[in-house]
């Protein structure tokens, strides 16, 4: 976890005052600490992008830095330089160009919203999970677009047009599948505040890519960026004293209260081919014989129960939010709830046959903010069959079906179904301490730790498991905008 010594409260017209010690450390710190008494409080690490992977390690497979043919790092940069973030996509660059693309599109091209709100609402996407990283980030770009530095002493200060917006934002981070068309119609609703419907779409998707980018931040455990433009004059108190409270790096904590032993090589080969021979027996029968529907929903049904039963361990109680993004968040308690809980079966799952990104959302977000539905159609279809045929030693491997279980699984806890995908793949592939990152990282990405990054394939590739990262990432930022468009086509109809 990285500590602060120079957390401040901003007050009204960019005040300040020193907290004590006691203060800077935020509550879910002291949480881990009183896991055992004595811990050593670690210094802040920030040694290269990501505190999960050894920079030496990113060094050798990263084709970013330096190389000539990824010019499009210079053409979509708004800092002039890659950020830890595009280092660490960096090591997929076909996606990377995609990804950048896209971003590049909703947050500097000609679109509905102004400049200022699409970074505001930048900021308080990532404060859903107190991902300083990016709040940090879009307060930068905030202020360098002309953006009202009032506005960042907190939601109170800004206008009711964006307020209005508390709501939806809350409801896509944690439970999308409660957005309705009667939030749209709200929204929408004439008057001095009213939303259009293209400036709302803009903003759906601007809310949906930083949620999910909050998670690839937390999953890849980003370090924070150690030389942010200061041209604005606002990083005294508005970036460099923001609690760095990140749980990003709670794995150094973690390091001093627990021991832990190196995985046994022989243990983590034979996981591994274990995994490869159930894959390739998947294939065969895949192609022998199709389970009837009946018993493809009951598979459905049985592990979209099964994930209430995934634990993520970290933190079972409410969690807090450091108080220098908390200005940045509305109803703070508000979090994720499985979607199938225990002894509630009154939400209906989402039929993808029914409401398909392909069929139906695409269409709809290229009508009323142009272009934008071709980049993300794009990008999703850029992670889904991103391969190397490669799986850890192993060459020349056909990972379609691992990749499917990842994405729909992800899509699984958020309730949504592929009718003609047999879900008894997913316990078949995913061991169960993928199954708990990948909740965590999708669901609460700020109780990440290293700790479940090295828990599970421990034979692959940093490489591999940042491909995971990305596909978690994507397929979570489709179902948020899933269930939204969906909201917006019925109140359309």
């Known amino acids: 976890m990285f500590i602060s010594t120079t957390c401040k409260e901003r007050g009204n017209g960019m005040n300040s005052e020193k907290l004590s010690t006691n203060d800077m450390i935020c509550v879910n710190y002291h949480k881990v600490l009183r896991k055992e008494n004595g811990a050593r409080v670690p210094q802040p690490m920030a040694s290269g992008p990501t505190a999960f992977i050894p920079e030496k390690e990113i060094a050798q497979d990263n084709p970013v830095d330096g190389h000539p043919s990824l010019l499009f790092l210079e053409e979509y940069s708004t800092t002039g330089h890659p950020d830890n973030t595009t280092k660490i996509m960096g090591l997929h660059p076909q996606y990377l160009e995609s990804f950048l693309r896209t971003q590049y599109y909703i947050l500097r091209m000609d679109g509905p919203l102004p400049f200022e709100h699409r970074h505001y609402l930048a900021i308080m996407a990532a404060a859903r999970h107190q991902c300083s990283y990016l709040v940090n980030m879009h307060i930068n770009?905030?202020?360098?677009?002309?953006?009202?530095?009032?506005?960042?002493?907190?939601?109170?200060?800004?206008?009711?047009?964006?307020?209005?917006?508390?709501?939806?934002?809350?409801?896509?981070?944690?439970?999308p599948w409660l957005i309705t068309k009667e939030h749209i119609k709200k929204l929408l609703k004439p008057g001095e505040n009213s939303w259009s419907l293209a400036e709302l779409v803009h903003a759906m998707v601007l809310l949906a890519h930083y949620h999910a980018l909050a998670s690839f931040v937390f999953g890849s455990g980003i370090n924070p960026e150690i030389d942010q433009d200061t041209s604005h004059g606002f990083r005294a108190p508005v970036v460099s004293n923001f609690c760095m409270c990140s749980n990003t790096n709670e794995s150094h904590v973690e390091d001093v209260i627990s021991v832990h032993s190196s995985p046994g090589t022989s243990d983590s080969v034979s996981e591994l081919e274990a995994l490869m021979e159930r894959m390739k027996r998947l294939q065969e029968e895949n192609e022998e014989e199709e389970a009837s529907q009946e018993e493809m929903a009951r598979r459905f049904e049985k592990e979209k129960k099964e994930s209430v039963m995934v634990v993520t361990g970290a933190y079972e109680d409410e969690w807090i939010p450091t108080s220098c993004i908390s200005r940045y968040v509305d109803d703070p308690s508000f979090g994720y709830k499985d979607f199938a809980r225990r002894g509630d079966d009154q939400l209906p799952t989402f039929r993808a046959q029914d409401y398909s990104w392909e069929d139906h959302g695409f269409s709809l977000v290229n009508r009323l903010y142009s272009d934008i539905g071709q980049l993300l159609d794009e990008k999703f279809r850029m992670v889904r069959n991103l391969t190397y045929n490669t799986m850890a030693i192993h060459e020349d491997v056909d990972t379609t079906t691992l990749r499917r279980a990842i994405w729909n699984y992800v899509h699984c806890m958020f309730g949504i179904r592929y009718d003609d995908y047999d879900y008894g793949e997913v316990n078949q592939l995913l061991e169960r301490s993928l199954k708990v990152y990948i909740k965590t990282v999708t669901c609460y990405p700020e109780r990440t730790t290293k700790r479940m990054y090295d828990s599970y394939w421990r034979q692959f590739k940093h490489s591999e498991k940042i491909h995971v990262n990305l596909l978690l990432m994507e397929a979570r930022m489709q179902a948020e905008l899933l269930y939204a468009l969906r909201a917006i086509t019925h109140y359309m109809t």
């Open 141 to 175: 770009e905030f202020l360098q677009v002309g953006g009202d530095s009032e506005w960042l002493s907190g939601l109170e200060y800004i206008p009711q047009k964006l307020k209005n917006l508390n709501e939806v934002n809350k409801i896509l981070a944690h439970r």
